[in-house]
C-alpha cells in the first residue's frame, strides 16, 4: 500500500471544479443551449464536464475545451471517450489567450483569469462571441466584505480586490455590454459539497493512515475554508448575451 497521500487539488470525488450541483449545471447548459448552437468553446474547461454537457443536448453542436492544466485536459478525454463524444469535441492544452475562434456558446465557468482581469475577460468574450452567440459565465464574489482574519486564511496572499460583491460583478458585466438572462447563485450546500469533494479524498486516506502528517496539511485545509472563505465567499453563475 502506498505511504504518500493523494495528491490535493486533483478534484478526482469531483464531476466539476465549481461550486454547482449536477442539478444546477443541467439546468444552466440547458437554459444555455436552447438556442442550438452550432459551436461552442469552454475557456478554462477544467475536466470539460459542462462542454460535454452542453454537446450531449444538442447532437448536431461541435465543441472544443481550453485548458493549460495537462491533467485536466487528459480527465476531459477519457470522459468524452466514455460518453461517446469524441467526434464532436476536441480538447487543447493551452492558454485561452492563444484562441482566436468565435463561438455561439461560449462557457468560461470559474475560469474568468484565463483571459486576464473580469473587465479584460468580458471584453475578450465579447470578440468571441458569434452574432445572437450567448456566454454562460461563472465567477466567485464577495457575499460579504472578508475579515482580515479570513483573508489571512481563506489563501495564499488573497485580498478584498480580489472580488466584488454581486451588484458590483453585474455592474461590470452590464458596462462591457451583456445582459443578463438568467442567474444563479451557488447555495451553501453547493459550496459544502465543492469544499468537502475537494478533501475527502485525503480524508479516507488519513483513515487508513492514522497519525500520518497530512492530517495537519488537512486540519489547515478545514480552517481555510470553515474560518476563511466560508462566511464570505459567494459564486454566481450568468448566461450572458448581447
Ligand atoms: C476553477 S477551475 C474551473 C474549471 C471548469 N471550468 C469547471 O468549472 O469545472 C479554473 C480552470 O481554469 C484553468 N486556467 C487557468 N488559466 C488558464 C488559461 N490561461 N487558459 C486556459 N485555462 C486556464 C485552470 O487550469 C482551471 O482548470
Do not use: K
Request: aromatic content about 6%; overall charge negative.
Amino acid at each position: 500500500m502506498t505511504q504518500q497521500p493523494p495528491a490535493a487539488g486533483t478534484g478526482a470525488r469531483l464531476e466539476l471544479n465549481s461550486p454547482l450541483s449536477a442539478a444546477s449545471a443541467a439546468r444552466l447548459v440547458a437554459a444555455a443551449t436552447a438556442h442550438a448552437p452550432e459551436l461552442i468553446i469552454d475557456h478554462g474547461c477544467g475536466w470539460g464536464t459542462l462542454l460535454l454537457d452542453a454537446l450531449a443536448s444538442v447532437p448536431t453542436a461541435h465543441g472544443t475545451g481550453i485548458d493549460v492544466h495537462a491533467p485536466d485536459i487528459d480527465r476531459a478525454w477519457a470522459t468524452a471517450e466514455q460518453r461517446g463524444l469524441t467526434d464532436r469535441v476536441t480538447f487543447v492544452t493551452g492558454s485561452s489567450e492563444d484562441v482566436r475562434d468565435r463561438a455561439d456558446l461560449l462557457i468560461s465557468i470559474g475560469a474568468f483569469q484565463a483571459l486576464g482581469t473580469i473587465e479584460e475577460a468580458l471584453a475578450r468574450l465579447a470578440e468571441l462571441l458569434r452574432t445572437g452567440g450567448r456566454l454562460l459565465f461563472g465567477s466567485e464574489y464577495w457575499q460579504a466584505r472578508p475579515t482580515p482574519e479570513e483573508l489571512a486564511l481563506m489563501w495564499d496572499g488573497a485580498r478584498v480586490e480580489d472580488c466584488l460583491d454581486l451588484p458590483g460583478l453585474i455592474g461590470r458585466v452590464q458596462a462591457a455590454g451583456w445582459r443578463v438572462l438568467d442567474l444563479h447563485d451557488s447555495t451553501r450546500t453547493e459550496f459544502d459539497a465543492f469544499e468537502v469533494g475537494h478533501l475527502r479524498e485525503r480524508e479516507e486516506w488519513l483513515l487508513e493512515h492514522p497519525g500520518h502528517p497530512v492530517r495537519a496539511e488537512l486540519d489547515q485545509d478545514w480552517a481555510a475554508w470553515l474560518r476563511g472563505r466560508r462566511r464570505p465567499m459567494g459564486f454566481v453563475t450568468l448566461l450572458l448575451g448581447r
